[in-house]
């Protein structure tokens, strides 16, 4: 069964340094989102993307944050200047249609020391 | 701005228990919606879909309804099982998902 994948599973990285989480969707969707889930929270929306652009984005993903689907199967995000407030679970999505099913990852765990 | 409110927070039942988990929504004008299960620590395991013209959908010992029109779904556990532990999340769909703080459910044997 197709599913959407993200590596690395958990990265520690020191504060100030650029991340890249990186996510391989399902192949025949279009649409594309990450979320955040800081401990303890809930699942918060970061940003969607479709036709290589971001369509959607919450005042959370600021000018820290990018997003690239760089070829035809990855789909990446960056934060520039982590901070200890990024410390969080990233998980990304995928559906064909806006109708349809989301698929997500299973996340990556940043950790900012 | 779509605002998700499930409840209970928590609920802790014996084994066999029917279970009842509540979601409600505040912009209906949703394509549908999801119900996910996430374990500590884990990812989201997508559990129901529910399109916004159904009224029902069943997987299993899961059932989920939705009345679109007052912004509320429910989810239904038959026969709560010990494995059933775990943080019940809805999620409204307009044009991305926005999720529920949760119900987190604990079973015991």
């Known amino acids: 069964e197709p599913e959407v994948t993200q590596t690395p599973s958990h990265q520690v990285t020191q504060m100030g340094q650029e991340v890249i989480l990186r996510c391989v969707p399902i192949s025949n969707h279009l649409y594309f989102y990450w979320y955040r889930q800081i401990l303890g929270q809930k699942v918060e929306f970061l940003v969607s993307f479709y036709n290589n652009e971001i369509s959607e984005k919450s005042e959370i993903f600021d000018d820290q944050f990018s997003v690239e689907r760089p070829d035809g199967s990855n789909f990446t995000l960056k934060i520039r200047s982590t901070k200890l407030e990024d410390s969080a679970m990233y998980f990304c999505?995928?559906?064909?249609?806006?109708?349809?099913?989301?698929?997500f990852g299973q996340g990556t765990r940043l950790t900012v020391v | 701005k779509q605002e998700v409110t499930q409840i209970p927070a928590a609920l802790s039942v014996p084994e066999g228990e029917n279970l009842v988990l509540n979601c409600s929504f505040t912009?209906?004008?949703?394509?549908?919606l999801q119900w996910f299960r996430q374990d500590p620590g884990k990812g989201l395991t997508s559990l129901l879909l529910i399109q916004s013209s159904q009224r029902e959908q069943t997987s299993g010992r899961l059932n989920a309804s939705l009345d679109k029109s007052s912004g509320r779904s429910t989810l239904y556990i038959a026969a709560s099982q010990p494995g059933d532990s775990a943080t019940y999340l809805c999620?409204?769909?307009?044009?991305?998902?926005?999720f529920g703080t949760g119900t987190r459910l604990q079973v015991f044997p």
């Open positions: 912009d209906s004008a949703i394509y549908n």
């Open positions: 999505a995928s559906r064909t249609l806006m109708n349809t099913e989301a698929f």
């Open positions: 999620a409204p769909n307009t044009d991305k998902l926005i």
